[in-house]
């Protein structure tokens, strides 16, 4: 029997270390020791560790080297938008066997547990598997795609040589038919059949369509892949109306960059404030002022009954309380779903997403999981950060490791159409025990949320340099007992992180 061993969890990534004392840094992210909190699971195995990294705190990417990027290549981000994760110990490397990975799916998951699969064994074969017939990109560039602001080009994560250099044989443009678990064996749609030693889930989502008439309309997208962005650029014609439905961060980046094409855009919001998972109704208030900047049109409380066409193309929006929007084009903004057809079909455990354990493994022991469709103490994360962590961790699992994944904090920093945010915790007070500590000063909007002496929740907007030290603070529970029997302002609260 394996005794339970005292283990620590790092707040930015997930991974749990194993050992008395939390490791100088995590070999996954490459944070340093003072962002791991104590962690009632067992921990195994560190994996092999990285080299110095920065790490971007609006979109969590991870850059490599001894200075931040001149910009973050997945949101735009400035190099002062960069935090420090040290460089990782000299822990001896992982022992790795070497495998034969099949890896379906090829967003940053998918890349992410191919890369770490080869930085890890340099003989084991993998083949990454693209529906899509271009290189991987970054999907959260689509937007700025969208706005003009990237060329295809730079929307991908790696040069087609990179793939080469790599012996990374990748399969654009095929699709999956089946996965036969009992014969280790991927059946793709031509025919073809890929054995494996270890498979790696990583098909991602799809767009949700609400079940309201007129969504098979032409002139009615969604926006999950390079191939949307260029079919809404190619109907996109200046002075045209657009309607965005949906008013979380897709529907305000796509409502922003379609401004930015010259349309006139509507954003329908069917809660009572923008982003109500995010923000409070103060916040969001402010991001509603920057939305009529930007030339974008805001209905909230808005519940679309019907999409109107005309000889089968759109031309309106019918709400519930009789409000009729004209438009040439709407955008369905609405949230996704995790692809798990192929993880039923083959009778893997199935809930919202593909069932895993802290090791990223699914039923299957020779089938792991990651990113958006992969479902981990019944969270399925959906988001950039933890998709890649997750990716880079079943990569080392895939090859006879045992790195855990013990989840990573619920909070939100990014840069929402300029503006900066940050979004962690409760914000909402629940009762009188909490205390709220908040201010307005000229474009910044800072909210802090404490509960028995501890703080429990933030939101900034604008100045968000803080946000690394509030993030730690909460998940460390540091006590602000002594601050706040004074009467502190935000800036007081800064200056004791």
Known sequence: MTQTQTAWRCTLCGYVHQGEVAPESCPVCGASAAEFEPYEEPALQSAQPTANQWRCIDCGYLHEGNNPPEMCPVCGAEPERFEPLEKAGTDTPLQIATAQIVIIGAGIAGVSAAESVRSASAESSITLISGEPINPYYRLNLTRHLAGELDSAELMIHPEEWYQSQRINLLSGQHVETISPDRKTVELDDGTSLPYDRLILAMGSHPFVPPIPGTDLNGVFTLRTADDSDRIIQQLESGVSC?????????????????????????????????????????????????????????????????????????????????????????LCTGVRPNTCLARKAKLEVNRGVVVDNHLRTSDSNIFAAGDLAEHNGVVYGIWGPSQFQGTIAGLNALGGSTAFGGVPRSNALKVLGIDMLSIGRFTPEDGSYRVIKEETGTDFRHFVFQDGKMVGAILLGGTEPAAKIKHAIESKKDFSGLLSGSPDCTAILEAL
């Open 243 to 331: 309607v965005c439905i949906g008013g979380g961060i897709l529907g305000l980046e796509t409502a922003g960059a379609l401004a930015q094409r010259g349309g006139q855009v509507t954003l329908l919001e069917s809660h009572e404030w923008l982003m109500p998972r995010q923000l409070n109704q103060e916040a969001a208030q402010r991001l509603e002022s920057h939305m009529g900047t930007l030339g974008v049109t805001l209905k909230k409380s808005a519940q679309t009954k019907q999409l109107i066409g005309t000889d089968g193309q759109i031309s309106g929006v019918l709400l519930e309380d009789g409000t009729q929007i004209n438009c040439g084009m709407v955008i």
